[in-house]
């Protein structure tokens, strides 16, 4: 994929018109009342209790963003150029939809949580809190082999940290006081609004493209828009978010390195992404991706020193107190070979073939490596010379690896989703000498 990847995303091809038509009207309305009817269902069906409780008040906040579309689209028959049917329009029921599908969820969840309700959070809110605790007071976020082998059978799971040492940072509010705003998924909201609106300032200030068009005008405005419905608003993204959300900051992470890329700044995209790596794993892939778009520009050393200086400081003080420790929880437990397994078993390709075929397990390992040596190989050979390039791999690479991994959750699902979704909004980097 090269600069052919940014054309095929401008191209009228089917989707493109969707997208597009009723000035992107016709497919927010779309998006707004499945999710509706996705909510609605999980709150009547899911077997467990955060995600059923998001879906009772998901349900409504989508279907009021699905009745203000409504509006939006009678406006614009009545007038096309009514400012209600304009993209600043969209931006504000993109925000009131993330606003009472994600954050009033997140904040009634933590609340009750605070009060004493127990069943309204998912292990991994648990698991951060406890590891910002760890890191409080011992200076490392995991403990070693033999001290999640004390713990009752029934609490050795949450004794694991599968996360980089990053992650315990946003445990530390917990470690400090009890209250709602200490819960993990607060901070973790934070940093995600934080880091997406980052990136889409990185995407309307940056630098124009080849073309000259500005970063934040037209269609790639609109592109931006529905970047973030992606990783907003789209339910994969605001369930996690509102009942664990440990992936979403690595997510908005990788959008802003990604946008930085596109505006010529590759030390920052490298501070960028590498910040996502010090936080959990899967942001390395995007780290090695954007290594090999910076080299086609004569500044994968530059990227390189962020995107993998980063993650070696934040394992550094981990590694000096407890080297096992770290092992045991970032290498043994992810690859099966902990106290105790995942209870990530989402029925993908790669869960299926390890749990149904005799030696399955090496069946599927050998397909996933075979996938990642597919993908080195298309990097060695022909590297993404454009940022929407860069994003185009990411977010197939990263299907690929999801779909293939014998230890997988459908909530992962949201990282080639949302990078898919963010490529159009990318533009060239500029051709003058870049910002550091």
Excluded at 6 to 20: H, K, L, M, Q, V
Excluded at 306 to 326: F, I, K, M, S, T
Excluded at 401 to 427: D, E, H, N, Q, S
């Amino acid at each position: 994929m090269t600069a052919a990847a940014d054309r095929a995303t401008r191209a009228p091809a089917p989707w493109r018109r969707i997208d597009r038509a009723a000035g992107g009207l016709a497919l927010d309305l779309g998006l707004y009342a499945a999710s509706a009817a996705f909510a609605a269902v999980t709150a009547a069906t899911s077997t467990l209790p955060p995600h059923r409780a998001w879906g009772s008040i998901a349900a409504f906040g989508y279907l009021v963003a699905a009745l203000a579309v409504a509006g939006q689209l009678a406006a614009r028959r009545r007038d096309a150029a009514a400012p209600l049917a304009g993209l600043p329009a969209r931006w504000a029921v993109t925000g009131l939809a993330w606003a009472t599908t994600t954050l009033l969820p997140l904040l009634a969840q933590s609340a009750q949580r605070a009060a004493g309700r127990t069943d309204r959070a998912q292990e991994e809110v648990v698991v951060v809190e406890h590891s910002g605790n760890r890191l409080a007071e011992t200076g490392t976020p995991y403990l070693g082999h033999d001290a999640i082998a004390a713990l009752p059978a029934d609490e050795r799971l949450l004794g694991y940290t599968p996360y980089q040492p990053g992650m315990a940072l946003f445990g530390l509010p917990r470690a400090v006081a009890d209250g709602w705003w200490t819960d993990a998924r607060v901070w973790f909201a934070v940093a995600t609004a934080l880091l997406l609106a980052l990136a889409v300032r990185v995407l309307r200030t940056g630098a124009p493209t080849a073309s000259g068009d500005p970063a934040g005008g037209g269609d790639r405005a609109a592109a931006v828009l529905r970047g973030i419905q992606a990783a907003t608003v789209l339910p994969v993204c605001a369930l996690t978010l509102a009942t664990g959300g440990d992936d979403l900051p690595v997510l908005a992470a990788c959008l802003l390195a990604l946008a930085l890329a596109a505006t010529g700044r590759p030390g920052r995209a490298g501070l960028a992404v590498g910040a996502a790596g010090a936080l959990k794993l899967f942001a390395w892939p995007v780290a090695l991706v954007l290594i090999a778009w910076a080299a086609t520009h004569r500044r994968a050393g530059r990227l390189a020193a962020g995107a993998l200086g980063l993650p070696a400081l934040a394992l550094l003080p981990a590694l000096l107190v407890d080297r096992d420790a770290l092992v045991e929880n970032v290498l043994r437990f992810p690859l099966g070979h902990g106290l105790v397994t995942s209870p990530a078993q989402s029925p993908f390709p790669g869960h299926l073939i390890a749990t149904t075929l005799p030696g399955g397990r090496a069946v599927a390992a050998a397909l996933l490596v075979a996938a990642g040596a597919a993908i080195a190989v298309r990097l060695l050979r022909r590297p993404p010379r454009t940022a929407t390039a860069a994003a185009l791999i990411c977010g197939y690479g990263l299907l690929a690896a999801i779909l293939l991994m014998p230890t997988t959750r459908f909530g992962y699902l949201l990282y080639p989703v949302a990078l898919l979704a963010w490529a159009p909004a990318l533009t060239r980097p500029a051709p003058a000498s870049a910002a550091p």
